[in-house]
């Protein structure tokens, strides 16, 4: 990533995460920096909703490297299951992606809506909590797979994230680190894709 696009990102990432702690419609989000791309995602419940009956929510995530962007918006409704101990939530809808490539040997816009699906799982763990989450997306074949263990009583977790698009897949290994503010974390990690390594820095804010 070059000095522009680093400080564009970074001016981009400072401006919209303070806003989460006060905004009243966003529930989570996330903004990572690496050398070679960065990507900032919000989400937010519509209305309000319980463990039997979870609200839906709004998504919309955009990632731009040194040759391209991409970005994406949609709207998921969810069910939950009926478990004694642990949570699982189903989720299905829609959304709209877009991607653009300005590498000079591969120019290409394409743009299209897409059907989403989801399930999360989340509950108690022998020595702490975790959460997983899986999502696919009919958009260039897309799906994520993301994991995040919370040891009781640390401020770190270990997090994993595998993701997969038409020509393009990477896996992350990181930790969130508890920042003293309630809500508000710092990730640090590597990523791996295509070829390429590099370490990312995240903040996060988690209303849920």
Do not use: C
Request: zero cysteines; a negative charge.
């Amino acid at each position: 990533m070059n000095a522009h696009l680093r400080r564009d990102a970074t001016l981009m990432a400072l401006a919209i995460l303070p806003a989460a702690g006060n905004a009243q419609w966003l529930d989570y989000a996330q903004a990572d920096i690496s050398s070679s791309a960065t990507t900032i995602v919000l989400v937010g419940a519509v209305g309000t909703g319980d463990d039997a009956s979870p609200a839906p929510i709004i998504s919309a995530s955009y990632t731009r490297w040194s040759s391209g962007e991409a970005g994406g918006a949609g709207f998921v409704y969810r069910w939950a299951l009926p478990l004694q101990t642990q949570h699982w939530l189903l989720g299905a809808g829609v959304g709209v992606n877009a991607n653009r490539s300005w590498a000079p040997a591969d120019e290409q816009r394409d743009s299209a809506l897409a059907l989403w699906l989801q399930s999360e799982w989340f509950g108690a763990a022998p020595g702490g909590s975790y959460y997983a989450l899986a999502k696919a997306s009919s958009y260039r074949e897309t799906w994520l797979a993301t994991a995040q263990f919370s040891p009781t009583d640390l401020p770190v977790s270990a997090e994993w994230t595998r993701y997969h698009e038409h020509g393009y897949q990477a896996t992350s290994i990181g930790v969130r680190v508890a920042t003293g503010v309630a809500r508000w974390f710092v990730r640090l990690g590597v990523t791996s894709g295509n070829g390429e390594t590099s370490p990312y820095i995240g903040v996060v804010y988690n209303g849920f």
